[in-house]
């Protein structure tokens, strides 16, 4: 029975004679049956009684004490616990709840022992125990006490492999491990624990844990879904963990950077924390409700951050179970609620507030393109300004044709042009074009276009004129059809090529428009056509024209048009034919005061100055030049301009948070609802804890002071929780099990003594974060073998008391990440856009919004494929299988624990999704090449180098049996071997025998799929 | 041999193969169990202890799903005395100064929108419906209840899909088919307990998005998540091997990955790897019970009529009821259809047509084709959108075009088979369909219904989260509406 008890506490199975504890053996009773009606909430509190206070539960009320200590007879709410009546007995039969034998027993005991009554104990500051101890020491007692020991120590090639997961998230070499197994000198453990401390992928690994706290996505989350640009915050964390930014300042940073004195740019990067949360642009959506929603979430996601506590209820009501009433939820909140961003993103990945992040090249390279490209214009103008014209539309007698080339784009989009397109993936300019430096690059696996209206050197058909724009079709994803429409005075003319696509735009394209079939991927390739071809006429006006692609990837360049041309209408040698024909409001690309008179169009009465004005911007800008001078500086100029393109879109930045600058009033929003706001708030903080101190006694708090605050020696939880979720993290299980609730709804803790003892040495050793993973990981516990009795299985079946090893499943990209590593596909550069690596068909295309930019998946190719998982691209509303498959989160909101399911559908995916089975192949040639001559040495290499340990003779003739098998079959069936060895898009070894490496290629496939590779040991 | 390990682990090859064709199902499973002494029969998707609550009418529920909000006021909500109001002003004493959408509410006016359609009325019911775009879903009024008086908390899609699946407004909650599936498990061994479909819907519509979260498990186990059963690639993620690979070599493989892991169960103790061999094997299943399941070639030519000529092309919505059907006859606890389209901001009759032209005949072939084979009795269908459509048309306003904002405040649903009255219909708006006059049913009691008609007591049915007891209907009493049930 006493074991049962305490079970319900924390699941742990204990020792019938630890004296009870409030906190430990009544409050989570009471808490679950009691507080929803007699707790913290005043609003539903019944008959007035509250039993979460010594004060509530001892008070006389009309002569009836629910509690009086050591007298069962006298105590009401005993008397109400053991009625039999319906209506008397408690808790009453409508509320569902009711209460165990053994939970009556407990509280029976509890008020014969005298009551007594504890604080929160989370809400007590943590007490480090007097003393010498240690984590093990702290174990061991507890053990000690249940008549349990700790297992003996793993054995080496366990411990690398568990350290290694632990630390980088890879499995360590065939190489570190004999490193290991060669070092036989004390310190030998400690020095293999430091070198993965030091390693880059430890940064990594500590991150991935971080964002699923942090609820980074690539994608806001909300309705379309859009593209964002958040990864350098992502790139931060690593950093900030591989240079162990102490935990602290990893607070304020993330908390407050932007209210430090002269923020670095780091600082600022960092608040990019509180702009993670999911947002939405939707059509018809309130943004004040939106503003609203975000500082909520904020605010909730905050509070669970640092102080472990769930919030979320008190957005309506005061907290039923915990001391947080609505008021102070909206005091925490007002914290937020001056955001400077907006409540509608905008679908853009770069909605404001937003930093730039170029690296210090890519920043001095923009600087100094963009001085060469003034001083281009500059000089370009003064020139223009100095030249002689005379416009060939006042010339006394007609003049003769002349031929011309006229490029109507190159390297920028023209001059004045309306650039937009179908906001799905955006197109971009890469380096590299047919005839210079850049060109226009479209992807998408359905439709795009790119459409420019409104040009302001519109293009007058010559006689015979002839068009001819290059492109290039993209190797493994080409365009299926593309499309190049004119817009003139006149209508729309077309050119297509390339097949009907049906079910896009260019499906239904008449096949008399179509000019031919598309050339060949993979090199560029001239597109040309005629005038006639497309039925314009000599002399009409282009004044736009759109790009269009179906079903792929395409480069675009180079797009110009030759013929004879009539300088008399010619809007590139006429100044009046051009003025006429160009004449257009806020021509921005125009001195200011050019714009008015421009608009206009050709007037008698311009004034002379302004005619002038005019004229050299269309010498300088417009003009086919008129003289070799002229032509040198304007394609000096273009060039300049093309560079400072290239220099600026280079630079990404990120979110960052940021507040209004005159602050919003902040009020209790009745019952959750964002028009219904009731009492003005202040930013403060709940009273159960220490008083916040304010840097400005006077002003009105700050972020930075509630960041300081959590991380205040006083603070009682904020070292707690940081503690509890990094021994999560590597003992699977938190001291605290509920890490994202230390409330009186969440389980105790199982060792309160070593939680404090580590919560408070973090906190005075300066929170050091990789001391304090050295702590624990160097720890006898952490080092304890994971075999377990059927026994101990049954007394502990979570491991609640350590007196065996943690023994769990990898997290998601653990998985892709081993089998990348060990088949040495992976590709561990750091930072950047996130991947587009292998996905299956329809996870985002069924589910995307039409316009969305995340509609249509287009998957990179080459290295990007095997870049670790921690910077694959996340979508939030449809996030990839590799990921969801395994339990990660879908990072719509903050996440501080992941289950860990065991279900077909991860059996399925790790025996056949092409990147694991592509790893295999890869794996395989690693065997056949350096695994040596006898496939018995061969299988003992393949197991090294997954498990760390060779494997036993049971296993190697295991293995050496299924791989005859499989020989056998590709041997005879060639063609099989070879289907085998081609899936995935990495080539396979020529050198090798197809057979052999198809064979091989199964057998890694089954060790990939041990149960001890998808663990860590 | 570890008697335990020998209990769990479902088959080795000699049984796999020995035993009559390769349809290893709950039965054949059970039976091979049975026959020893102390096994008993285990399910691969288990109840929660005491669920059902009480004798559940329904087995399974198919629930479809369309998303965008479909217009009640061209579909079911009958309203002749509208064509008196064709272009004048919606009453302000009507709209009540009600929220509108950002999307109307600065329209300068408000001008009505009579429904351009033919309602007749149908069935013994005499029930109006749409008959010019509901040929065949008018035909078995008399088999389902009408619920006109829906309503709901959001009026923008995101929050409102994610509250009509989830009863909340913000991402993080459970959806309806893993509250079912967490609840009460589900009776097929070789399939998941939760299928979703998204077919294709009709090109040029206003295809509004969809959100995993709306089949997602929330705070619920990730095994609760719904499986989608794909319209491209592998209809089960993964499902088959790779090119170059048989099946004699899986199991050959599985074998030997059995071995090894039983050696290391022997060694460790840890039951998770137990677990992880009987989920290898039924992965293994699923290669043979998912295209058993796709596979429509023992589906009579006069089945395939009844759901329309698109009835054998993959993807399509006619494909997905006819799926649909034969998921609940294995006994998979929920289905989920989800087609999207239903938002008509503008051009409303001839989009709404499309939508229908698609859906319609597979609908009323779906309830038609369960009520043959004896499964309507067990299996509950819902349809239904996110929310309604106002009276007053957005942008251009003419006799035969219109568009629709949004319009939380009614809308219709319905509901046919395992514990619902058949032929009814439930309460009643006012002549402009803007504002309930009879009987409101909010989303919340709706899914205290369904959860009902499965045998659930909604407000038994919780979990903690955040510090509450989180529940499908919210921290509110809900109402199971006794006049639906039959």
Known sequence: MRVLILALASGVAFAADRPLSFNRDIRPILSDKCFACHGFDAKHREADLRLDTAEGAYAKTDGVQAIVPSDLAKSEAWLRIIATDKDEVMPPPKSHKTLTAAEKATIKRWIEQGAKYQKHWAFEAAVKMAGKHSIDSFIAGRLKDEGLAMSPEADRETLIRRVSFALTGLPPTIREVDDFLG???????????????????????????????????????????????????????????????????????????????????????????NRCNVTTSEGGAIAEEFVYRYAVERTATTVETWMGLTAGCAVCHDHKFDPLTTKEFYS?????????????????????????????????????????????????????????YADPAEAQSPLARQ?????????????????????????????????????????????????ITGMLAPVTVPAQAQFEVWVRLDAHDPAKALALALDTIGGRKRAWWGETVADTPLGALPAKEKRGPLPKPGAWARLAFSADDLGLQEGQRITGF????????????????????DPATDTLTSFSAWWKAAAKKDATELPAELRKVFAAGPLPDAVPDQVAGLHAFYLARIARPVNADLAKQRDAWMRAQADKEAADTAIVGTFVFRDLDQPRDSFVMVRGQYDKPGDKVEPATPAIFPALKKAKPDARATRLDLANWFISPEHPTAARVTVNRLWQQFFGTGLVKTSNDFGSQ????????????????????????????????????????????????????????????????????????????????????????????????????????????????????????????????????APSPFMSNFDAPNRE?????????????????????????????????????????????????????????????????????????????????TAAAKKVIGNGESTPRADLPAPEVAAWTLVANLILNLDETVTRN | MDPIFDHQ????????????????????????????????????????????????????????????????????????????????????????????????????????????????????????????????????????????????????????????????????????????????????????????????????????????????????????????????GDPVLYLRNPDGINTQQRRTMLDALNQLNRRKFTQLGDPEIQTRISQYEMAFRMQRSVPELTDLASEPQSVLDLYGPEAKTTGTFANSALLARRLVERGVRVVQLLHRGWDQHSSLPKQLGNQLKDTDQGVAALIRDLKQRGL??????????????????????????????????????????????????????????????????????????ILHCMGIDHARLSTKFQGLDARLTGVEKQHVIKELLA
């Open chain 1, 183 to 273: 070092d036989e000198g004390a310190g030998a453990y400690e020095r293999m624990v430091d070198r993965h401390l030091a390693s880059p992928r430890f940064g990594e690994e500590m991150t991935r844990h971080w964002l699923d706290v942090a609820r980074y996505a690539d994608t806001h989350g909300l309705h379309l879904d859009n593209e964002r640009q958040m990864w350098a915050y992502r790139d931060w964390v690593v950093r900030a963990f591989n240079d162990n930014l102490p935990f602290d300042q990893f607070t304020t940073w993330q908390l407050a950077g932007d209210l430090l004195p002269n923020p670095t740019r780091d600082q600022l990067i960092a608040t990019g924390f």
């Open chain 1, 332 to 388: 925490l909140y007002s914290f937020f609620y001056s955001a400077a961003d907006p409540g509608m993103d905008g679908n853009i990945d770069t909605t404001a507030p937003f930093l730039d992040v170029p690296r210090a090249s890519q920043q001095a390279a923009l600087e100094k393109a963009a001085r060469r490209e003034a001083d281009a214009l500059k000089q370009l103008d003064a020139l223009a300004a100095n030249t002689t």
């Open chain 1, 403 to 451: 031929t011309v080339r006229d490029v109507i784009f190159d390297d920028v989009w023209p001059i004045g042009g309306d650039a937009k397109n179908t906001s799905r993936n955006a197109t971009d300019w890469t380096s590299g074009g047919h005839s210079s430096r850049r060109a226009v690059r479209q992807r998408n696996s359905f439709y795009h276009e790119d459409s």
């Open chain 1, 546 to 565: 759109d790009l269009q692609e179906a079903g792929g990837i395409v480069w675009w360049d180079a797009f110009s048009v030759t013929g004879e041309s």
């Open chain 1, 746 to 877: 969440g389980e105790m803790p199982s060792h309160p003594e070593l939680l404090d003892w580590l919560a408070v040495n973090f906190r005075e050793g300066g929170w050091d974060v990789k001391a304090l993973v050295r702590l624990m990981i160097t720890s006898a516990t952490f080092r304890q073998s994971s075999v377990v009795s059927a026994d101990a299985q049954k007394r502990d079946p979570e491991n609640r008391l350590y007196a065996r090893g943690p023994r769990f499943r990898l997290d998601a990209e653990q998985l892709r990440d081993n089998a990348l590593f060990v088949s040495g596909l992976i590709n561990l550069e750091m930072g950047g856009r996130g991947a587009l690596i292998y996905q299956p068909p329809n996870i985002w295309e069924p589910v995307g919004f039409g316009n969305s930019n995340t509609r249509y998946y287009l998957q990179d190719h080459g290295p990007a494929l095997y870049r670790r998982s921690l910077y694959t691209f996340f979508k939030r509303t």
């Open chain 1, 893 to 973: 909101q903050s996440c501080a624990r992941r289950e860990r399911s065991n279900t077909p559908l991860q059996a399925l995916q790790l025996m056949n999704d092409v990147q694991h089975f592509e790893a295999a192949r890869a794996f395989a040639e690693q065997v056949v090449l350096k695994g040596g001559s006898t496939s018995a040495e061969r299988i003992a290499y393949a197991y090294r180098n997954v498990l760390a340990r060779p494997p036993t003779t049971e296993e190697v003739a295991i293995v050496q049996q299924t791989f005859e098998h499989h020989l056998a079959r590709y041997t005879k069936d």
């Open chain 2, 9 to 232: 682990l479902i088959q080795t090859r000699r049984q796999f193969f020995g035993s009559s064709g390769l349809r290893l199902g709950g039965i054949a499973l059970a039976a091979m169990l049975g026959e020893r002494a102390h096994a008993a029969p285990s399910r691969v998707h288990p109840a929660l202890s005491g669920l059902p609550h009480f004798a559940p009418k329904a087995k399974s529920i198919i629930y479809l799903h369309m998303n965008g909000g479909p217009s009640q006021i061209d579909t079911w909500d009958y309203k002749p005395v509208l064509q008196e109001y064709f272009d004048k002003d919606l009453p302000p004493t009507v709209q009540g100064g009600q929220r509108l959408s950002t999307m109307t509410s600065g329209q300068a006016r408000f001008p009505v929108a009579p429904s351009m359609f033919k309602f007749e009325q149908c069935g013994q019911s005499g029930r109006w419906a749409n008959t010019e775009l509901m040929p065949f879903t008018s035909q078995i009024v008399d088999d389902i209840a009408l619920i006109k008086s829906v309503h709901t908390n959001a009026i923008n899609h995101d929050p409102a899909c994610t509250f009509v699946m989830t009863g909340r407004e913000v991402p993080g909650y459970a959806s309806i088919g893993s509250w079912l599936a967490y609840g009460l498990g589900s009776e097929n061994n070789d399939l998941p307990a939760f299928v979703v479909m998204t077919p294709q819907f009709p090109q040029g519509s206003n295809g509004q998005a969809l959100f995993s979260r709306m089949w997602g498990s929330g705070f619920l186990p990730t095994r609760f998540t719904g499986v989608t059963l794909r319209n491209a």
């Open chain 2, 376 to 449: 309507l009795d067990s299996t509950l269908v819902v349809w239904g959108g996110e929310f309604g459509r106002t009276v007053y048309t957005q942008g251009v306003l003419t006799k035969d075009n219109y568009g629709r904002d949004h319009h939380p405040r009614n809308f219709c649903m319905w509901m046919a088979g395992g514990g619902i009255k058949a032929g009814v219909s439930l309460g009643e708006t006012d002549d402009f369909s803007y504002n309930i006059v009879k009987d409101p049913v909010h989303l919340n009691d709706l899914n205290a219904t």
